[in-house]
């Protein structure tokens, strides 16, 4: 069989041969011809699968090594036979990890009190669960908004937006690109979103940049309703708005969940599921060991400062945030090769805490570190 694979996956080069022909294509240039004779293809948000794509390919089997499916026409392929596969909570520990870098930057930056500060999260899946954990842990109030899942659980657990946006001080969306249907999320952060919202609340937004209209963001941003945005997810991209990523505090290039943690699962999601479907021998495949960070080990009675800045130092170690605002702000015109060349980036769990205050490293095994 033929299948065709996104060049930017990343640890699948040779695994597929001895059973198929393979081409390695540039997501975006994957095109109904190179399709013609494909069996399957293996993608990321950068193909748009639909009629136009797919209509009178041979194509059995998409799987994309992403959480969200909003680039497949997922109900022209369920009435044309054709299997869509892709990797729910892949990524959810890499934005957790990004999240908590931001969340630092904004305690830093405009001296937040986290006990004093109230962290809404709207959308609490795989993602959202994790980012409201972290928050916690830094110590800071949190309030959930998920309607289906309010619906599904008949729980008490859940606000509803208005209270959550009248309440929060910072603002933090995770939900999936919904074009229809009573929890429809596309220009879910409209005019009415931002006028309940609270003056000078801090937004952040790792979901998909067609949940916000940019338009109004930008107007409230310089009006100071918003006192500071962090954006990781744009409209158009790679062709984003650039007075926008200007005015953000924190721009970065579609990468929260870019960890290689996360791309390792995400290719290893799509892979089993497709090996199932071809009933091919590698149903429990996993990728080889991931490289190990540089300075792995870190002794947090080296480091100064209170148990918020001690955390704050051992995440910062991991990743910050900053650096990729800076690349992105500096060159906002190479998105996307920020993005495709994304640089290694190991979660929590690839470092390791020690040192004698016991309670701040309960906390820090608490947001995954070992």
């Known amino acids: 069989m033929k299948i065709i694979i996104d060049n930017k996956i990343p640890l699948l080069k040779g695994l597929l041969e001895p059973w198929a022909d393979v081409e390695y294509v540039q997501g975006e240039k ?10 399957a293809m293996l993608i990321r948000t950068r193909t748009l699968c639909n009629a136009d794509l797919l209509r009178g390919s041979d194509v059995k089997f998409i799987g994309t090594a992403t959480i969200g499916t909003d680039h497949i026409d997922t109900d022209w392929c369920n009435k044309n036979g054709i299997f869509v596969a892709s990797a729910p909570g892949c990524n959810s520990g890499s934005v957790m990890q990004y999240m908590c870098s931001a969340l630092l930057y904004l305690i830093q930056k405009y001296n937040i009190q986290p006990e004093k500060t109230t962290t809404g999260i709207i959308g609490v899946g795989n993602v959202g669960s994790k980012v409201a954990d972290m928050a916690k842990i830094l ?31 910072i603002v933090s969306i995770h939900v999936p690109l919904t074009l229809k249907g009573i929890d429809r999320t596309i220009g879910l952060a409209d005019s009415g979103f931002f006028n309940k919202i609270r003056k000078n609340s801090f937004l952040i937004n790792t979901s998909r940049g067609a949940v916000i209209d ?21 409209n158009n991209e790679p062709l984003i708005n650039r007075a926008l990523l200007r005015k953000a505090d924190i721009g ?9 943690d996360g791309k390792a699962k ?7 599921q497709l090996a199932e479907f071809f009933d091919l021998p590698l149903k429990e495949w996993k990728p080889a060991q991931l490289k190990e960070p540089e300075r792995q080990l870190i002794d947090i009675d080296k480091l100064e400062g209170n148990d918020l800045e001690i955390i704050s130092n051992v995440v910062m170690h991991t990743y ?18 920020l993005r495709g060349d994304y640089p290694d980036r190991r979660e929590f769990h690839a470092y390791e805490v020690k040192g004698d205050n016991k309670l701040l490293i309960n906390r820090l095994r608490a947001l995954g570190f070992r």
Request: no cysteine; aromatic share 6%; glycine share 4%.
């Open 266 to 272: 995400g290719s290893a999601m799509i892979i089993r």
């Open 252 to 260: 970065t290039p579609h990468i929260a969940g870019y960890s290689s």
């Open 139 to 169: 110590g800071f109030n949190v309030l959930l908004n998920d309607p289906p899942r309010e619906r599904a659980e008949k729980s008490n657990i859940f606000a509803s937006l208005d209270d959550l946006l009248n309440t929060t001080d």
């Open 214 to 234: 940019e338009g109004i963001l930008l107007r409230e941003m310089e009006r100071s309703k918003i006192k500071a945005a962090i954006l990781d997810v744009w």
């Open 320 to 337: 910050n945030i900053e650096n990729d605002s800076r690349l992105l702000k500096d060159r906002p015109e190479q998105f996307e090769k």
């Open 30 to 39: 994957i095109s109904k011809e190179i399709l013609q004779d494909a069996d």
